[in-house]
């Protein structure tokens, strides 16, 4: 051990096999074989894409993730070939970004840039994601599907969500027959049954890892290392059976790391929760925080795949309630596995307590069980969604007696505004404001 660590480190033995996988992906959409769409095909408890046996969808969240992380000149390059082209700079960074990548016709290195074919826009409470079809599909004629994002507040409304449920069953229903009608592809409805039950399974893998993460101390992992696999699967499609075997392989490593006291940040003494991706160019201040013993274990948002805990009504945790059909429901028809996928409540994959994951003091509850001292919210001036209620968020994280820090930036995937230099003398002087000082090596 260093000097000043308290607890044993180890590197993540899952991180070959998720480099192996990412690889696999970026080689498949490359593909000339392959059906390319842009958007988000999890309308309904799996990605049903992966039933076409030569259909791949590209989510542009990860993606335009990935540019500005990887290659920042070759971002800002494509966000200013979406700004000549009259989209204004308030623009989400991810859509400028994927967008910019389809003008200027290549990827940072050179190769052609991978032609979409269909939109399917991700249907979310955050207002510029059914926006992120539009320009794909003017740039070059395709089809597109919208898929609603119901939601209403306040306790289960049986003949509202009946309403809803025909909406979304229709929705979906149709995105799989018109592919077919289109593209000349055959659904494989089997395969459609066994993708619903695999995601089932890897969500459970997903739930138990945030539990973990939140109820051990030390923590096993960080969100810095679940940053770097937790799309793969659902927004990064690969195989199905390679995503449930993998995730069983980041349960059960992140399980034997808590049960042996193997720690993400040898030194913990500060956990600290967020409230929405990071800026993604720039997630060195998780390793630079990690200097103070203080560790990120994530947001609503990173652990929104499997579904956040919640704090029962007798105190204890647990995992959220969810209206699934029992597993012996007899399936006659197409019509009958999207209802399977959907569930029984309309409203989302987290649908009953969909409202407490908008309202100010959602974040709250989540902090609790996370066992967090402290919070870092980003206050981004683009993309309207990712900033609502924040400082009502940090009024109520302070009343649960929480430090908060706040910091400003463009949005996640694009770094425009974030001052690093000025980033980091916050983070020092919140740091040393409760008493923590760095790591002596």
Known sequence: MSKGQIYETRPLEFWDKAKELRAGWQKSIESKVKIVGQGNTGGFNCDWSAAFPALTVI???PVGAMMQNKNEPYARKARLASEVRGWG????GYQGNCWGGQFLGYIEDGTPWPDRKLVVPMPCVCDQHAKRGQQARDFENMPQWMADQLIYFGPFDEERNKAMMEHKVYCNWRMLNDVERIF????????LVNLISGMSEIRDYGREITYLMGQTIPAPISVKDLYSVYTLGSLTKIDPQDTIDFWKMVRDEVKWRADNQIAAVGNEQFRFVEAHPPSWHYMKYYRY???FGAICLGSQYSHL???CPEIKPD????VRDTFRYPADTPIET???IVRIGIGREARSLNSFKMDEYIRRDAIVEFAKI????????AIWRHGVGCTLTRKEQAMYLKEAGLSVMHYEGSQPGDRTDLDEKRFLDQLDTWMQSLGLAKRAN
Request: overall charge negative; proline content about 0%; some cysteine.
């Open 334 to 336: 197409r019509e009958d």
């Open 315 to 318: 105190g204890t945790i647990g």
């Open 184 to 191: 000349g592809q055959q659904c494989d409805d089997e395969e």
């Open 59 to 61: 989510e542009d969240n």
């Open 289 to 291: 925080l990690e200097q």
């Open 370 to 377: 996370m066992q967090a001292n402290g919070a870092l919210l």
């Open 89 to 92: 700079r308030e623009i989400c």
């Open 305 to 307: 795949m499997s579904g």
